[in-house]
C-alpha cells in the first residue's frame, strides 16, 4: 500500500494537522484502524490532564462492623445490604484460605 501525506482536521481546536507517510506507515505496523483525531499540541494537553478528569469521582469512607469479628472497621466503599463486610484482618484471613482451593 502505497502512503500520502494527508491533512487532517483536530477534533479539540480544528486545526489542520499532517499525518505523514511516516506515521501512516507505523499506524499499517501496528495494525492501528482509526486515523488520529487530535493534533500533537492537543493530544499533548489530553495526556497530561489526570487520570479520570473532571468526572473521577470522590473515595467513599464508610465506617462498618466486620461480619466476621465485629469489630468496627472502614471500608472504601458503600457496602450493599445483605452481603458481608470484612475487616482488613478478617479479609486477608479468608482471601488466602480460599486460595490453596483453585
Same mark, same amino acid.
Given at each position: ?12 481546536? /480544528?486545526?489542520? $494537522? #499532517?499525518?505523514? #507517510? ?12 482509526n486515523e488520529p483525531k487530535r493534533c500533537k499540541a492537543c493530544k499533548g494537553k489530553r =495526556? /497530561?490532564?489526570?487520570?479520570? @478528569? ?10 462498618? %462492623?466486620? /461480619? =466476621?469479628? @465485629?469489630?468496627?472497621?472502614? #471500608?472504601? $466503599?458503600?457496602? %450493599? ?18 486460595? @490453596? @482451593?483453585?
Amino acid at each position: 500500500m502505497e502512503f500520502q501525506d494527508r491533512v487532517l482536521r483536530c477534533v479539540d481546536c /480544528s486545526a489542520e $494537522f #499532517v499525518w505523514t #507517510v511516516g506515521e501512516q506507515q507505523f499506524f499499517a505496523d501496528k495494525n492501528f484502524k482509526n486515523e488520529p483525531k487530535r493534533c500533537k499540541a492537543c493530544k499533548g494537553k489530553r =495526556a /497530561s490532564r489526570p487520570a479520570g @478528569g473532571p468526572a473521577a469521582r470522590e473515595r467513599v469512607e464508610t465506617t462498618t %462492623t466486620c /461480619s =466476621a469479628c @465485629g469489630k468496627e472497621t472502614t #471500608v472504601p $466503599f458503600r457496602p %450493599t445490604q445483605g452481603r458481608p463486610v470484612f475487616c482488613k484482618e478478617c479479609f486477608q484471613s479468608r482471601k488466602f484460605a480460599g486460595a @490453596g @482451593g483453585v
